[in-house]
């Protein structure tokens, strides 16, 4: 069967308000908990406090590098 998935936390790193809609709107639908943040500087500070069990992350904005931000989330 299907694993629940209400309790799991996705966090959603995008500047692209399209690509925020339609994955939180696909990812809500599924019973996941959904954290949105549009920039990699605030990701990282809150990283830590939302404790995601998954992290969607748009590697291509414009305020940060995204593989330096995935080295000091990992």
């Known amino acids: 069967g299907l694993k629940d998935c209400s309790m799991d936390?996705?966090?959603?790193?995008?500047d692209e308000p399209n690509n925020l809609d339609v994955l939180?709107?696909?990812l809500h639908k599924a019973n996941?908990?959904?954290f949105v943040?549009?920039?990699g500087?605030?990701?990282l500070e809150r990283v830590n406090h939302i404790q995601p069990d998954?992290?969607?992350l748009d590697i291509m904005m414009p305020?940060?590098?995204q593989f330096p931000l995935i080295k000091k989330i990992c």
């Open 41 to 43: 500087k605030t990701a």
């Open 37 to 39: 943040i549009t920039n």
């Open 63 to 65: 305020e940060m590098q």
């Open 9 to 14: 936390k996705i966090l959603i790193v995008d």
């Open 24 to 26: 939180s709107n696909c």
């Open 32 to 34: 996941f908990s959904i």
């Open 54 to 56: 998954l992290i969607l």
